[in-house]
């Protein structure tokens, strides 16, 4: 791979499940965020690492988990889905800090019914 | 007041025109500003970093105005490839960075 990757690509849910969308990146970025995307409301952060390791809390972050247990990997956990988490969710990297520049991954869209 | 606010468009332009947007920010204290640009149904990708003297790339422009607290993207001789969103992006502090809700731009033949 090269880059950063996103699974699923979309999902619909239903409301109270549990669901758990991927992230990788293999340019050995320290740092990494989930943003959601709505329309009209721009891209807001929902949590980000700076390090393997080390997480911390972003604009929007209720409802959402997240772990970084590796360089590689920054899962983010919807622990019980409700309706108004439906939107496109893209995981981001970057060398060191939200100042350097940002590589998105392609988004999952995520509907939760 | 939002702290980074953009006019959301769009904005509709033939081939060949000069286009220009503005994204004001409100924390005075920002020190980074860049441009991004997301295609439809696409990722963000990062087009310029905009710095305190001005940046030309080809034919995008980027511009600070620190008084005002606005920064402006400029393009030139408009392309159909130009058609997608831009997002303005500000640094609040402690390296931490705030997307605009973005502008979007039709270039038509």
């Known amino acids: 791979i090269a880059g950063i990757t996103q699974a699923p690509t979309s999902q619909i849910l239903a409301a109270g499940r549990r669901m758990t969308l991927r992230c990788t990146q293999d340019?050995?970025?320290?740092?990494m965020y989930w943003y959601r995307q709505d329309l009209g409301l721009g891209l807001r952060l929902i949590h980000y690492?700076?390090?393997?390791?080390?997480?911390g809390k972003g604009e929007v972050p209720d409802g959402y988990s997240v772990s970084r247990a590796n360089t590689d990997d920054f899962p983010l956990t919807l622990a019980s889905a409700v309706p108004s988490q439906t939107s496109v969710y893209f995981c981001?990297?970057?060398?060191?800090?939200?100042?350097?520049?940002?590589?998105f991954g392609p988004g999952t869209r995520l509907t939760v019914l | 007041r939002k702290e980074v606010e953009q006019d959301p468009g769009p904005f509709n332009v033939p081939e060949g025109a000069t286009v220009a947007f503005n994204c004001t920010y409100s924390n005075s204290a920002s020190q980074s500003f860049f441009w991004y640009r997301q295609d439809c149904r696409k990722e963000p990708k990062l087009l310029m970093s905009v710095y305190s003297s001005g940046n030309e790339d080809g034919r995008f422009t980027a511009q600070l105005n620190r008084a005002s607290q606005y920064i402006s993207l400029l393009i030139r001789d408009s392309k159909l490839s130009d058609s997608a969103t831009y997002l303005c992006v500000v640094e609040t502090g402690g390296f931490k960075t705030i997307f605009g809700a973005g502008t979007r731009l039709f270039v038509k033949a």
């Open positions: 340019m050995r970025h320290n740092a």
């Open positions: 690492s700076n390090t393997a390791g080390t997480t």
């Open positions: 981001a990297s970057s060398v060191d800090s939200q100042v350097d520049e940002q590589f």
